[in-house]
């Protein structure tokens, strides 16, 4: 149970370096139980972070709307953080899984009262600093309720696009710009549905756990089974966890990442036997989503790979988030290609190495039926919309693409 009389409550400065989050803040965060720094936890998500870091004898940072702030004045020991890590783990054995070169992906949870619990994504990594061994521990908080479309302002020409019988979809991005908060609220989607369907869900680690939705939902017969992905987690790889999948007669898998040979292999052979894979990957354009998921093969197969993967897709979407004109909160920004057969034949058409100028001129100039949109476009119907300013749009899009506007 968290006591919330512990929060501080000073009016949040985003012009500020220094975030209070407890009043009065602790001497130490592994003394007097672990009420403390689970109280620090929920009061850094109550102050609006996203992100909270922790590095060994460093004073721990919060990141809020994007930007990073102090969230306490005091250092955290090297101590104090293979302590913190240790409870979060669950086990004594996570120091020396970092010693041995591993960082370690999982969930926490935080019982805040009867009724609420606060979810982490955790990340721990091995760090060097000051020359020295350390430890660098990344916590980021989860939405007590599954996103909807609706809450993540997916656009409404893209929603009639999500339910293919097979094939993939992509949500790519760089880190923490919402690809699973998308993808969740495409879960929901699905579940929600008047048919019964079935969903296996392999996440490193689980974010979102549907269970508001099921307990909403308890006379439907959808269903969902959920792998955690990683070291002592449920299954050790994504391959794994699709192979699994395929005996498991699912109409969708939800793949957390498309980041190696063997998950995209196993993706594109889903999605031959009759399944649609919804999965992220890291890509700032729908151009570099398609050179990274064809990259991941070694060239003596990357080109018949390449044509696999395009003969697969149904749509990629690429967001970032972009600080709103008010600067409490970001909107998603996106570009997206819809794979029709039209464009799927531009592609299989080309040699891989002028796929990047297909993409371009599908952006630029997209023929009728085509559904194309891109980065800069998006972020110009924001600005119209008064959602953020053109300050922010010309700061965040590139040069080059605001040129071809």
Known sequence: MIDKRLFDTTPFDPEAAYVAVLDPEPGRYDAGGEELFDAFTVGAVERGASDITLQSDARPRVQINGGWYFGAKKHISSAEVV???SRLWKGTDAASILRQGRALDFRFEVRVDRRTRQGYRVNATPIMRDGTNAI???????????PTLD???LELELRDQLDHRSGIVVIAGATGQGKSTTMAA???MHLEAKRGIKIADFQAPIEFTYADILDENADMASLIGQS?????RNLPTFADGIRSAMRRAPQIINVGES?????????????LTGHLVNTTTHAGSVAEALRRMASVFPPEEREGRAFDLITSLQLVIVQHLIRTGDARGRVAVREYLRFDDDVRDRFTSTPVTAWTSIVSDLMDRPPEGVLAKPLWRSAQDLVNEGRITDQEARRFIPR?????A
């Not at 660098?136 to 599954?146: A, Q, V, Y």
């Not at 955690?228 to 002592?232: T, V, W």
């Not at 080059?400 to 071809?404: E, G, I, M, T, V």
């Open 228 to 232: 955690e992905i990683g070291e002592g």
């Open 186 to 188: 495409i879960t929901r």
């Open 259 to 271: 980041r190696d040979r063997e998950t995209m292999a196993a993706s594109i052979e889903a999605c």
């Open 400 to 404: 080059a693409q605001r040129a071809s």
């Open 136 to 146: 660098e521990i990344t916590l980021r908080g989860l939405p007590n309720k599954t």
């Open 151 to 153: 809450s993540v302002s």
């Open 83 to 85: 302590a913190i890590l």
